[in-house]
């Protein structure tokens, strides 16, 4: 029995491909694994907390010596940090936002991108910094307005989504990462309808994968 984290970080419901197409992954995930558990963050509507200067000095205290301010300024990033270790797989929908990610989607990351927690630093050791998240497997179904974002892509070098979110969750030891990618949106009508069949056909594919199903044990 595997647990499943959905993070959603567009703000559009029904018009949201990412959303549409991370509700395709879950549903075919849940049709052949029933056991597994589901879990869903909506950053596109309710969007974590900015990093404060009060969470800052919290962050880089030691838990013992934390004031009650302390705690409560680090209460949604402990919060978001355990539902990351209890999750197997994730499945991240992303709409590409300026070339990167959402401001939602970013400021998650800060939440769970946490010293002592979810990666270790020594400034004394000869590599200062380990990764403390491992045994996960994540999925990202990215959205885009135009297309060819894609690694090797014509638009590859201006896709600042993939290689971030490649370097932020590596950092934590999250190095299994799929990338599906929906594009066409800003042109729609048959150009949209063919990216968003060979994105399905892919999240169909990934989610009866031998690997996909290793994961779930
Ligand atoms: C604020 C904003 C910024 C966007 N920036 C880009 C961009 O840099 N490149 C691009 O191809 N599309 C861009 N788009 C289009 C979205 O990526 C596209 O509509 C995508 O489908 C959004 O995901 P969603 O359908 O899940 O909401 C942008 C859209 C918005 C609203």
Same mark, same amino acid.
């Given at each position: /029995?595997? +647990?499943?984290?959905?993070?959603?970080?567009?703000?559009?419901?029904?018009?949201?491909?990412?959303?549409?197409?991370? *509700?395709?992954?879950?549903? =075919?995930?849940?049709?052949?694994?029933?056991?597994?558990?589901?879990?869903?963050?909506?950053? !596109?509507? %309710?969007?974590?907390?900015?990093?404060?200067? %009060?969470?800052?000095?919290?962050?880089?205290?030691?838990?013992?010596?934390?004031?009650?301010? /302390?705690?409560?300024?680090?209460? $949604?990033?402990? +919060? @978001?940090?355990? %539902?990351?270790?209890?999750?197997?797989?994730?499945?991240?929908? @992303?709409?590409?936002?300026?070339?990167?990610?959402?401001?939602?989607?970013?400021?998650?990351?800060?939440?769970?991108? =946490?010293?002592?927690?979810?990666?270790?630093?020594?400034? %004394?050791?000869?590599?200062? $910094?380990?990764?403390?998240?491992?045994?996960?497997?994540?999925?990202?179904?990215?959205?885009? !307005?135009?297309?060819?974002?894609? /690694?090797?892509?014509?638009?590859?070098? /201006?896709?600042?989504?993939?290689?971030?979110?490649?370097?932020?969750? *590596?950092?934590?030891?999250?190095?299994?990462?799929?990338?599906?990618?929906? *594009?066409?949106?800003?042109?729609?009508?048959?150009?949209? +309808? =063919?990216?968003?069949?060979?994105?399905?056909?892919?999240?169909?594919?990934?989610?009866?994968?031998?690997?996909?199903?290793?994961?779930? *044990?």
């Amino acid at each position: /029995m595997a +647990q499943l984290l959905r993070l959603d970080a567009s703000p559009r419901r029904s018009r949201s491909h990412t959303r549409t197409l991370a *509700g395709e992954f879950v549903a =075919r995930w849940s049709a052949s694994r029933p056991d597994d558990t589901v879990i869903r963050r909506d950053l !596109g509507h %309710e969007p974590p907390p900015h990093v404060t200067e %009060e969470w800052i000095a919290a962050a880089f205290t030691t838990p013992g010596e934390r004031t009650p301010r /302390m705690r409560e300024a680090l209460a $949604y990033s402990d +919060q @978001v940090v355990d %539902e990351l270790f209890a999750a197997d797989v994730l499945v991240l929908a @992303v709409p590409m936002y300026n070339f990167g990610v959402p401001a939602m989607l970013k400021a998650y990351i800060d939440q769970i991108v =946490r010293v002592g927690r979810t990666f270790a630093f020594d400034p %004394e050791a000869a590599a200062p $910094y380990t990764p403390l998240v491992s045994g996960k497997r994540a999925f990202v179904i990215v959205g885009t !307005g135009d297309a060819g974002y894609e /690694m090797g892509g014509p638009l590859a070098s /201006m896709n600042h989504v993939e290689p971030y979110l490649r370097t932020a969750l *590596g950092f934590l030891g999250i190095d299994d990462v799929e990338f599906v990618y929906t *594009g066409n949106d800003e042109f729609g009508g048959e150009r949209l +309808q =063919r990216s968003l069949e060979r994105a399905r056909n892919r999240v169909a594919e990934l989610t009866t994968e031998r690997k996909a199903v290793d994961v779930a *044990g």
